[in-house]
C-alpha cells in the first residue's frame, strides 16, 4: 500500500511526557526538592504545569518564595531526586514501534526538549534510539520553552519551513513554542498537561494515546 503524501518535511517532539513516560517522576523530583529547600510542596498539577519550562521559570511558578541565592541548591536537590529514577523511566508503549514506522516514510524527526543536553544524550542512548532523530535542541543550548529559539534552530540546522513542521507536545508550553516559531502543533493528553487547556491552544488535533498519535500521523503528516 502506498503511503498517503507527505504533508511536513519534520516533525519535532518534545521528550518528557511525550515520547518517554517520566511526569511522575519529575512532578516527584519538585516536590521534595521544595521540601528540601524549607518551602511547601506544590500540588500535583501545580508541579506538572512546569514540565518542560527552564528551571528558572519554573522555580519560580512553584516555589515564588524561594529566595535567589536557593536556586541552585533546588536545582541540585530535584537532580538528585530525579536521577535516583532516571534510568528507569520507559518509552511509552508505541513509541518505539511509531519512530521507526515514521523514519522509514521519510520524515525527519528530532526532538525539542526542556531537558539538558547531557539528560537527553543518557535518555536517548539508554533507549538506543540516538539514530532516529536528524537533530534535537535542549534547553541549555539557548532559549527555554516558549520561546521559538528551539525551533527555530532545528529549522534552520534541517533547512526546514515553518510550513514543512510540526511540534508534538504534551504542554501548552510546547504549543506556545510551536505558535512562537510559526509553526503548527499537535497536542497529546496522556503527559504533564489536561487536554482542556490542551485543546484550548488550537493545536491540529490532541491525541489522547501513543496509538492514536500514530494513526493521525500516518493518515495525515
Known amino acids: 500500500m502506498l503511503n498517503p503524501p507527505r504533508r511536513f518535511r519534520l516533525l519535532a517532539f518534545d521528550w518528557d511526557g511525550t515520547l518517554a513516560d517520566s511526569t511522575a517522576l519529575i512532578a516527584g523530583a519538585i516536590q521534595q526538592a521544595c521540601l528540601d529547600v524549607g518551602v511547601p510542596?506544590?500540588?500535583?498539577?501545580?508541579?506538572?504545569?512546569?514540565?518542560?519550562?527552564?528551571h528558572r521559570?519554573?522555580?519560580?511558578?512553584?516555589a515564588p518564595t524561594l529566595a535567589p541565592d536557593r536556586h541552585a541548591?533546588?536545582?541540585?536537590?530535584?537532580r538528585d531526586h530525579y536521577l535516583a529514577g532516571d534510568a528507569a523511566i520507559p518509552l511509552f508503549a508505541g513509541v518505539r514501534e511509531m519512530l521507526d514506522e515514521l523514519d522509514d516514510r521519510g520524515f525527519l524527526l528530532?526532538?525539542?526538549?526542556?531537558?539538558?543536553?547531557?539528560?537527553?544524550?543518557?535518555?536517548?542512548?539508554?533507549?538506543?534510539?540516538?539514530?532516529?532523530?536528524?537533530?534535537?535542541?535542549?534547553?541549555?543550548?539557548?532559549?527555554?520553552?516558549?520561546?521559538?529559539?528551539?525551533?527555530?534552530?532545528?529549522?534552520?540546522?534541517?533547512g526546514v519551513e515553518p510550513a514543512e513542521t510540526l511540534m508534538i507536545g504534551d504542554t501548552t508550553?510546547?504549543?506556545?513554542?510551536?505558535?512562537?516559531?510559526?509553526?503548527?502543533?499537535?497536542?497529546?493528553?496522556y503527559g504533564a498537561h489536561p487536554s482542556a487547556g490542551l485543546m484550548a491552544m488550537g493545536p491540529l488535533t490532541t491525541a489522547h494515546s501513543v496509538t492514536e498519535l500514530r494513526a493521525w500521523l500516518a493518515a495525515n503528516a
Open 41 to 54: 510542596a506544590p500540588a500535583e498539577s501545580d508541579a506538572r504545569h512546569v514540565i518542560g519550562l527552564g
Open 57 to 62: 521559570d519554573a522555580i519560580r511558578h512553584v
Open 73 to 78: 541548591r533546588f536545582s541540585e536537590r530535584y
Open 110 to 158: 528530532a526532538v525539542a526538549t526542556g531537558k539538558t543536553r547531557v539528560g537527553l544524550a543518557r535518555a536517548l542512548a539508554q533507549h538506543g534510539i540516538t539514530h532516529r532523530f536528524a537533530a534535537s535542541r535542549c534547553a541549555d543550548e539557548g532559549f527555554p520553552k516558549p520561546h521559538p529559539d528551539m525551533l527555530l534552530a532545528l529549522m534552520d540546522r534541517l
Open 173 to 189: 508550553h510546547d504549543l506556545e513554542l510551536a505558535r512562537n516559531a510559526g509553526v503548527s502543533a499537535l497536542a497529546v493528553a
